[in-house]
């Protein structure tokens, strides 16, 4: 089941008063009928996780200085995405990129299926392109993970080296 989390106020629901940068709050989520609310408080106005609840959390609100991620631009994300499809040895890469581009939604996901060699496909629409895609499940190894992350992040994010 999906829930839409709403993001942190920036503020303390209790007193009004709006997070620091780096000061350390808590957070709730209640359901409310059929809504799933969030709630942010103050470490001072915290009095614990109340019954009920779905979950809390301990977070940190960013500081002012705090590096944020550029990603790169969409269409420079769906050029890595054409050529990666032409690569046969990086096809972990090329899966995980698409998960990526679905959870941007840059391309959404139509469907799955299994070819006739018994692989797992993802079946993604492009709006852009007006096209859909067949990408194999290749998913990466646990080895294989960090070396995907840090290649993703060289290729795709502006404020790393």
Known sequence: MDFHVQRCTRRC?????????DEMFYSLLVAEGSEVVRHDFSAEAWEGPP???LGWWKSRMPSRNANKVNWA???IMLELFLELAEQSQKKDLHYVLTLLLIRRRIMRLEDTEIDEENTEQL???CPRHEKSYRVPVAAPHERRTEEIQNELAQLLFADVA
Do not use: A, M
Request: aromatic share 12%; hydrophobic share 20%.
């Open 13 to 21: 629901s209790k007193t009004g008063q709006e997070f620091q940068p």
């Open 51 to 53: 019954e009920g609840i």
């Open 73 to 75: 631009p969409n269409d």
């Open 123 to 125: 079946i993604v629409y």
